[in-house]
């Protein structure tokens, strides 16, 4: 019996303690509120303001997006527009200020440059939206037709790599250039169709993008790199203060595809007949895209230096020969 009476009094213990602690347990905020009042359905009138209170936010969130685009469009389209016309009218110094512009807005300001990344984007069919892009949009689709019009006109023109390496070749004195023997020329400029066949096949084969940081120095302009990148960056631009635009030359992948579809380019660099046998423009090429009486289209940028010797009555053998034939015509 005592033992009946004690197990009563244990077991009445433990039920006292679970109690306690189930009370203890429950936190004072939710123990001490109010059960909640029925949800009531909302009216008419407070569907009618939550739309229009969603409308509100996304017509600002389209005018916002808008007027961004609107701005990124302009200035590209104005900087292109300005390419092109320095292009037609042969000005230097009108290419001087688009190639700077290309520089500090393509480059330093939106870091926006045709890159492997767009093949790459290309080939899985992984493109942004139309809505978010346009100026992306504007950009590529006038680097496939200018090449289609003039060749790597972009290389030449828009790119902000190239850009900068021109700007460069221009302070950096004529004494330090190396320039490649023409044997080894012919066969440097076959590298950058290894570099984006080898960087396809790579990204077939694992699907990463990431390979571009070490295959082209865009990523520069977004002064965001490894030890690693920099100091390839580095060794690269030190390289072209004496091979003046090695990279773009010798080792951009864009450039190759540029190379591959300008042989397509409908308004080429016409040659006179004096051209088979004078070396002046082939000497004053800095890209290499002369070969006697031939242009290499793919090679050409469209830099303008060979069309402004054409155009130069007084240094241009087609024009001296003509004058020297009026001379003698006249004196008869």
């Given at each position: 019996?005592?033992?009946?009476?004690?197990?009563?009094?244990?077991?009445?213990?433990?039920?006292?303690?679970?109690?306690?602690?189930?009370?203890?347990?429950?936190?004072?905020?939710?123990?001490?509120?109010?059960?909640?009042?029925?949800?009531?359905?909302?009216?008419?009138?407070?569907?009618?303001?939550?739309?229009?209170?969603?409308?509100?936010?996304?017509?600002?969130?389209?005018?916002?997006?808008?007027?961004?685009?609107?701005?990124?469009?302009?200035?590209?389209?104005?900087?292109?527009?300005?390419?092109?016309?320095?292009?037609?009218?042969?000005?230097?110094?009108?290419?001087?200020?688009?190639?700077?512009?290309?520089?500090?807005?393509?480059?330093?300001?939106?870091?926006?440059?045709?890159?492997?990344?767009?093949?790459?984007?290309?080939?899985?069919?992984?493109?942004?939206?139309?809505?978010?892009?346009?100026?992306?949009?504007?950009?590529?689709?006038?680097?496939?037709?200018?090449?289609?019009?003039?060749?790597?006109?972009?290389?030449?023109?828009?790119?902000?790599?190239?850009?900068?390496?021109?700007?460069?070749?221009?302070?950096?004195?004529?004494?330090?250039?190396?320039?490649?023997?023409?044997?080894?020329?012919?066969?440097?400029?076959?590298?950058?169709?290894?570099?984006?066949?080898?960087?396809?096949?790579?990204?077939?084969?694992?699907?990463?993008?990431?390979?571009?940081?070490?295959?082209?120095?865009?990523?520069?302009?977004?002064?965001?790199?490894?030890?690693?990148?920099?100091?390839?960056?580095?060794?690269?631009?030190?390289?072209?203060?004496?091979?003046?635009?090695?990279?773009?030359?010798?080792?951009?992948?864009?450039g190759a595809g540029l190379g591959l579809l300008s042989n397509l380019t409908l308004f080429r660099i016409k040659r006179w007949d004096a051209c088979r046998t004078c070396k002046l423009c082939e000497k004053t090429c800095e890209w290499g895209a002369i070969d006697g009486p031939r242009i290499l289209v793919s090679e050409c940028v469209r830099c303008d230096d060979c069309e402004?010797?054409?155009?130069?009555?007084?240094?241009?053998?087609?024009?001296?020969?003509?004058?020297?034939?009026?001379?003698?015509?006249?004196?008869?």
């Amino acid at each position: 019996m005592a033992h009946t009476s004690s197990r009563r009094v244990v077991a009445l213990g433990l039920l006292a303690l679970l109690l306690l602690t189930g009370s203890a347990a429950e936190p004072q905020s939710v123990a001490a509120q109010p059960a909640p009042p029925e949800a009531q359905p909302l009216s008419l009138d407070d569907l009618g303001a939550l739309d229009a209170l969603l409308e509100e936010d996304t017509e600002q969130a389209v005018s916002e997006l808008d007027s961004g685009a609107i701005v990124d469009v302009t200035a590209l389209g104005l900087i292109l527009a300005l390419a092109v016309f320095s292009f037609v009218r042969k000005s230097d110094r009108l290419k001087v200020v688009s190639l700077v512009l290309s520089v500090a807005y393509l480059g330093f300001v939106k870091a926006s440059l045709v890159s492997v990344v767009d093949v790459f984007g290309a080939l899985r069919w992984s493109l942004p939206a139309f809505q978010d892009g346009q100026a992306y949009y504007l950009l590529v689709v006038f680097t496939l037709v200018s090449a289609v019009l003039w060749g790597r006109f972009y290389c030449g023109r828009i790119c902000a790599f190239g850009a900068l390496t021109q700007l460069l070749d221009r302070v950096v004195p004529a004494r330090f250039r190396v320039e490649p023997p023409a044997w080894l020329e012919r066969r440097l400029v076959y590298l950058k169709y290894v570099v984006l066949g080898v960087a396809v096949l790579y990204f077939l084969a694992s699907g990463d993008t990431l390979v571009y940081r070490y295959i082209e120095p865009f990523w520069m302009f977004t002064l965001n790199g490894n030890a690693i990148m920099w100091t390839l960056l580095a060794i690269l631009l030190t390289a072209t203060v004496f091979v003046p635009n090695l990279y773009c030359r010798y080792l951009c992948s864009v450039g190759a595809g540029l190379g591959l579809l300008s042989n397509l380019t409908l308004f080429r660099i016409k040659r006179w007949d004096a051209c088979r046998t004078c070396k002046l423009c082939e000497k004053t090429c800095e890209w290499g895209a002369i070969d006697g009486p031939r242009i290499l289209v793919s090679e050409c940028v469209r830099c303008d230096d060979c069309e402004r010797l054409y155009a130069d009555q007084d240094r241009c053998p087609h024009w001296l020969i003509q004058k020297r034939a009026a001379a003698r015509a006249a004196k008869l």
